[in-house]
């Protein structure tokens, strides 16, 4: 047992540095809600101040799924979707069946302009289609045509998928 603590210190250090932010993480996405508005990045200041303890996470075990997911949305509430990216990807391939991973990573895709890699995992969110739509309307009025106009390709990518 000593020798594999040993062995795992990491492992098990960098999940309890993941866990601690995501608990805080939580604590600060909850804050007040529900708040009946869609995000518009308000909390991304206050939950930057947890990316040092998702890091220390990563340091320690460069494939900590939970310190990337937290880092990818944070990433997306900073409006950094290649950020985003880059985080979600190594989670998802960590736990490929992670329903939250795969969405916030496909709409990720989907605001960095890239259709084929959000195809798969758009195909396997039944709320895709719709929500897609809304975030068509959405970006326009948020003055992000650029998001509005993928949005729109991927309700026509999925319906010319069906």
């Known amino acids: 047992v000593g020798c594999l603590g040993l062995l795992t210190w990491h492992s098990w250090l960098a999940a309890w540095y993941a866990n601690l932010g995501a608990v ?10 529900p ?6 990045g308000q909390a991304a200041a206050q939950l930057g101040t947890l990316e040092p303890e998702f890091e220390h996470a ?3 075990d460069a494939s900590n799924e939970t310190a990337h997911y937290r880092l990818g949305l944070l990433a997306g509430e900073q409006r950094d979707y290649a950020a985003a990216v880059s985080h979600l990807a190594p989670a998802q391939q960590a736990d490929p069946g992670h329903r939250g991973i795969n969405k916030t990573l496909a709409y990720a895709y989907v605001w960095t302009g890239d259709l ?21 309307w959405w970006g326009g009025t948020q ?20």
């Open 116 to 136: 084929h890699d959000a195809r798969p995992l758009l195909k396997i969110i039944p709320e895709a289609p719709n929500e897609m739509s809304v975030y068509t």
């Open 143 to 162: 003055g992000r045509d650029d998001l509005a106009q993928r949005a729109a390709a991927a309700v026509d990518d999925l319906a010319a998928a069906r």
């Open 58 to 60: 990563l340091a320690l």
């Open 35 to 40: 708040t009946n508005t869609w995000s518009n």
């Open 24 to 33: 805080a993480f939580a604590r600060i996405q909850l804050e007040n809600w």
